[in-house]
């Protein structure tokens, strides 16, 4: 079982940086996989970035690559996702998730945050 809390979201100019915290409890989570989602009001969930258990291999959606940046600290049993650039269409709830491999399908996730809003005014 893996117990995961977001943080770090809020409302930021267009421009402007947020980093977001996954904190996990539990499990071991150097073991497992980390990705995170987004959901805006009235629109499907989508993906954001994903980093394999080792922290080795990154992987990023296109609307997200170059401005987004996947990390994990083992020690700290955190993944962040920093957010530089932001636009009025990253605004979403964000999600990170827990599973066995590195996936941009939610579907390979057990584990789910709660998540955390992330607002970008223009």
């Known amino acids: 079982q893996v117990q995961l809390v977001e943080s770090g979201g809020g409302l930021v100019q267009a421009g402007g940086s947020l980093r977001l915290s996954c904190a996990a409890s539990?499990?071991?989570?150097?073991?497992?996989?980390v990705g995170w989602f987004r959901q805006a009001p009235g629109k499907e969930r989508t993906y954001v970035a994903a980093i394999s258990a080792s922290g080795a291999v990154t992987h990023y959606a296109d609307s997200t690559k170059g401005r987004f940046t996947i990390s994990r600290d083992s020690a700290k049993n955190t993944v962040y996702l920093q957010m530089n650039s932001l636009k009025p269409e990253d605004t979403a709830v964000y999600c990170c998730?827990?599973?066995?491999?590195?996936?941009?399908?939610?579907?390979?996730?057990?584990?789910w945050g709660q998540g955390t809003q992330v607002t970008v005014s223009s």
């Open positions: 998730a827990a599973g066995a491999i590195r996936s941009s399908d939610p579907q390979q996730y057990n584990y």
């Open positions: 539990g499990r071991t989570f150097s073991n497992v996989a």
